[in-house]
């Protein structure tokens, strides 16, 4: 079982469900149980859909790719996602490129001391990341100019939120539904 709710298949989908499956296929040509946990729901797997694309695929973003899914592994090991972490860290190790150095990011995040191997504004984002997962009403407006001090632009502060917000919603949606990678190909990426 790859949730705790009921899937519905491929074989079973109406037509509004078929074409809410179709905007959620990979690029492997699969449906992640992500998207497939909303199957009983169309409308919110349409939105879904909508939401990460536009929050870890849109090409305005100027956050390098490597480093939104570094942002997405953080928050998704804050709250103890195995679904989204397993996932992101693929794809942050795939685009990272360089193993040694991915291994020494990935120990410092599980340790939550990315000052272990970051600095500047890598490290301010991914502090600003911790204490928007953690404790979201202490925020204040302190917590932006340090970002921006640090020679980070606001649409790019926008795009660290929507990627924090973005995972703790689908943090909490996949560990309270139970989702696992059962039968997903894992990461976004690929080598072939």
Known sequence: MSAWIKMISDEQADDDLRDALTLARTPHGTIDNVMRVHSLRPNTMRAHIALYRATLHDNSNTLPPWFQETISTYVSIINQCPYSLANHW????????????????????????????????????????????????????SDIEDLRNAGIDDGQILEANQIIGYFNYVNRCLNGLGVTTNGDTVGFYSDT
Do not use: C
Not at 96 to 121: H, N
């Open 90 to 141: 693929t794809n942050a190790r795939y685009l990272i490129g360089d193993a040694p150095r991915a291994d020494a990011i990935k120990r410092a995040l599980d340790e939550g001391q990315p000052e272990k191997v970051f600095e500047g504004a890598e490290l301010l984002l991914l502090q600003y990341a911790d204490k928007l997962t953690r404790k979201p009403g202490e925020m204040d407006s």
